[in-house]
């Protein structure tokens, strides 16, 4: 089986004519081919910055040629792309709201709903590229009240237990 990596770079040559033949071989290959693709997409997702999101857009498309009905592989994948889509639209948000020259240093994320008694998250130590995909990722399926913070630390006092 190829890699993810692999999966990605054969659908990022692959042209028009050649997306039947790809559509029969995600068929062949099922589940695990296609989530190995996902998670790809995802990795590709995660590192890019603006010179790479028009890529994982064009990636995204072309993805959804060859393989237009991926609930059909499974269930949980009814909505993969639309939810592609979302992540995107909201890494650009990020990408967008804070400018190159500001994103150096560590990031985190943090959600709370204060109306509730749950915890809050938090997912610290993060390069500002691994924050806003955390951003983008956790942003699509926000309830009522809650809220999610994309944030530099810029003062760190870390202790470690014995």
Same mark, same amino acid.
């Given at each position: 089986?190829?890699?993810?990596?692999?999966?990605?770079?054969?659908?990022?040559?692959?042209?028009?004519?050649?997306?039947a033949?790809?559509?029969?071989?995600y068929?062949?290959?099922?589940?695990?081919m296609?989530?190995e693709?996902?998670?790809?997409?995802?990795?590709?997702?995660? $590192?890019?910055?603006?010179?790479?999101?028009?890529?994982?857009?064009?990636l995204?498309?072309k993805?959804r040629?060859?393989?237009?009905?991926?609930?059909?592989?499974?269930?949980?994948?009814e909505?993969?792309?639309?939810? /592609?889509?979302?992540?995107?639209?909201?890494?650009?948000?990020?990408?967008t $709201?804070?400018?190159?020259?500001?994103?150096?240093g560590e990031w985190?994320?943090?959600?709370?709903?204060?109306?509730?008694?749950?915890?809050?998250?938090? /997912?610290?130590?993060?390069?500002?590229v691994?924050?806003? /995909?955390?951003?983008?990722?956790f942003?699509?399926?926000?309830?009522?009240?809650? /809220?999610?913070?994309?944030?530099?630390?810029a003062?760190?006092?870390?202790?470690?237990?014995?």
């Open positions: 089986m190829n890699s993810k990596h692999e999966l990605v770079e054969q659908l990022a040559a692959a042209e028009p004519g050649s997306y033949a790809l559509r029969e071989e068929k062949q290959g099922g589940y695990s296609f989530n693709l996902l998670e790809g997409l995802r990795d590709e997702l995660m $590192a890019a910055d603006e010179s790479g999101i028009g890529r994982v857009k064009e995204v498309g993805g040629e060859i393989v237009p009905d991926p609930g059909a592989i499974s269930p949980a994948w909505r993969v792309w639309e939810d /592609y889509d979302r992540y995107i639209f909201h890494k650009s948000e990020a990408l $709201a804070v400018t190159p020259e500001n994103r150096d985190q994320i943090v959600m709370d709903n204060p109306f509730t008694n749950e915890g809050i998250a938090c /997912y610290p130590a993060l390069s500002f691994e924050a806003a /995909y955390l951003f983008a990722y942003r699509k399926d926000l309830k009522k009240n809650e /809220y999610i913070r994309l944030q530099k630390i003062n760190l006092l870390m202790v470690q237990g014995d």
